[in-house]
């Protein structure tokens, strides 16, 4: 696991749309909220451009959420959740969060609600580390 900046890259042997089908999978089961997916190739080729595939995942507990955002309004900027599922130059797939540390470190968060936020690490860590089902990491489908 490389973190720069406060930003966690996951190497998926699965595609980036397959990685994010498996954080929307696992988040739901966790009982979150799905408030957004965007497919930025999908949006780019709607306009004539070409991008590699990347897709955001957006999702959070709303109960969990809202105490933070009370207290450090700031979080707004970052809140909810997002994994980001890309693929690089070589076709290499990887899936990548905002440390949920540094965000409580760079909004002030006291530790007793950092809790509410750190989940996304073993979320990410699952969705990365298991074997692909039918898709191999250059695969968009």
Partial sequence: M?????????????????????????ARARGLVIFARIDFAHDAAAVGLRLRPMVQLVFGNPRAGTPLLASHPTLGLELPLRALAWEDEAGRSWLSYLAPDRLAERHGVPRELQASIAGIAALCREAASQEPTGSRAGDSS
Avoid at 2 to 16: C, E
Wanted: glycine share 4%; hydrophobic share 35%.
């Fill in 2 to 26: 490389n973190t720069d900046a406060g930003i966690v890259h996951l190497s998926s042997s699965r595609s980036p749309v397959a990685t994010i089908d498996r954080v929307e999978e696992l």
